[in-house]
Nanobody, 124 residues
């Protein structure tokens, strides 16, 4: 199971850190990704951290967002800096076993597990 948290209302230019708790004995064997869906738009890949330590970002967030992972705590984080109103969305984490992070970026995002999302609203 996955559980995302950390969303809220922020102003443009602010930073937010999202957390994803990955439950289960085999959590470390799963690649975990962050996705977002803005109102009225399709779901979009944001970033992924693979089970073996590789990372991949969507081009739109490179240099602003950082994904990290703490296997001891079964946590995956998404640090989001320099937020702008276009980043407003429901952010969800998802997991897929032993998958390259680039593979998680391919629609329709066929994952083994999805967590409930957390809303991030960026005001101008």
């Amino acid at each position: 199971q996955l559980q995302a948290s950390g969303g809220g209302l922020v102003q443009a230019g602010d930073s937010v850190r999202l957390s994803c708790l990955v439950s289960g004995r085999t959590a470390s064997t799963y690649s975990v990704g962050w996705f977002r869906q803005a109102p009225g738009k399709e779901r979009q890949f944001v970033a992924a951290f693979s089970w073996n330590g590789n990372i991949y970002y969507a081009e739109s967030v490179v240099g602003r967002f950082t994904i990290s992972r703490d296997n001891a705590k079964n946590m995956v984080y998404l640090q989001m800096n320099s937020l702008n109103p276009e980043d407003t969305a429901v952010y969800s984490c998802a997991a897929r076993r032993r998958t390259a992070p680039q593979a998680m970026a391919v629609p329709p995002y066929d994952m083994d597990y999805w967590g409930k999302g957390t809303l991030v609203t960026v005001s101008s």
